[in-house]
């Protein structure tokens, strides 16, 4: 009967050598660890996947507050449905999702669309019509 031991060291190098590969490729993660703005699109697609899962799972986009919203993401709501949406690190102490400069998103519904708005670098919410405006703006809109 052979020994199962000299698997698991080969699994191991495996293991480590795909997730290595996955960090240096194009899944993008060293980049968006690195430029604030690649991590704001980053997370802001998985946010609109998971209210789009939430609406699918529960018939509704959730309502209220970004507290609000964050809490029945994580399964505070009447279904019990948790969306893996969000990692505690992109959370304030108040439990409000965060872009990557620490101010709390700004969350819009309109029948199917969503919109997720970050103050930008300056942290400062400003009107797109004024030139040093640095908001960004990620939705579920098809840009023409």
């Known amino acids: ?7 698991i060291p080969i ?9 290595a590969a996955a ?8 980049n968006a660890k690195t430029d604030p703005n690649a991590q704001f699109n980053k997370n802001a697609e998985q946010l609109i996947l998971g209210l789009q899962q939430y609406k699918e799972f529960t ?3 959730p309502v209220g507050s970004n507290m609000s919203i964050t809490k029945a993401l994580m399964g505070k709501n009447e279904k019990k449905v948790l969306i893996l949406a969000i990692r505690q690190s992109d ?10 400069w620490g101010t709390p998103y700004r969350l ?22 004024k030139p040093e ?12």
Do not use: H
């Not at 960090?23 to 060293?30: D, T």
């Not at 960004?136 to 023409?144: G, P």
């Open 11 to 19: 699994g191991i190098a495996l293991l480590v050598t795909g997730l």
């Open 108 to 129: 819009y519904f309109s029948g199917d669309e969503v919109l997720i708005r970050s103050a930008g670098p300056n942290q400062v919410w400003e009107d797109d019509d």
């Open 133 to 144: 405006s640095d908001d960004l703006y990620r939705s579920t809109l098809t840009k023409a």
């Open 23 to 30: 960090l240096v490729s194009g899944c993008g993660y060293v």
């Open 1 to 7: 009967m052979k020994s199962d031991k000299p698997l």
């Open 91 to 100: 959370l304030n102490d108040k439990g409000e999702i965060v872009d990557p």
């Open 59 to 61: 018939g509704a986009y």
